[in-house]
Nanobody, 126 residues
Framework: QVELVESGGGLVQAGGSLRLSCAAS????????MGWFRQAPGREREFVAG????????SYTDSVKGRFTISRDNDRNTVYLQMNSLKPEDTAVYYC???????????????????WGQGTQVTVSS
């Protein structure tokens, strides 16, 4: 129903910044709440940030609050994750995900998201 393609990952030094983008296909992008998840080697994929359909509500995992900002541009079918003050602990593959949503509620369970991008690697060096 929706296809997601991430970009913007790379190698950055601690304290640096990256902006991830997730381009979505389709005409119904605004019907989907969007999220960013990350997965480090040997660990389960975990929620990082979420945004409601209109962008009016956002949510973040505690470890990234104050450093990461999720946003979306429904006219461009794109969701972003601005990552500032990056730490080595942020190193992971980052995935964008989409779920059908009928409210502004943001959920953090990965099982709630039915569509996933391929992931983009973020590596933060010390």
């Amino acid at each position: 129903q929706v296809e997601l393609v991430e970009s913007g990952g790379g190698l950055v030094q601690a304290g640096g910044s990256l902006r991830l983008s997730c381009a979505a296909s389709g005409r119904t992008f605004s019907n989907y709440a969007m999220g960013w998840f990350r997965q480090a080697p040997g660990r389960e994929r975990e929620f990082v940030a979420g945004i409601s359909r209109s962008g009016g509500s956002t949510s973040y995992t505690d470890s990234v609050k104050g450093r990461f900002t999720i946003s979306r541009d429904n006219d461009r079918n794109t969701v972003y994750l601005q990552m500032n003050s990056l730490k080595p602990e942020d190193t992971a593959v980052y995935y964008c995900a989409a779920r059908r949503s009928s409210s502004a509620r943001i959920v953090i369970g990965r099982e709630e998201y039915g569509y996933w991008g391929q992931g983009t690697q973020v590596t933060v060096s010390s």
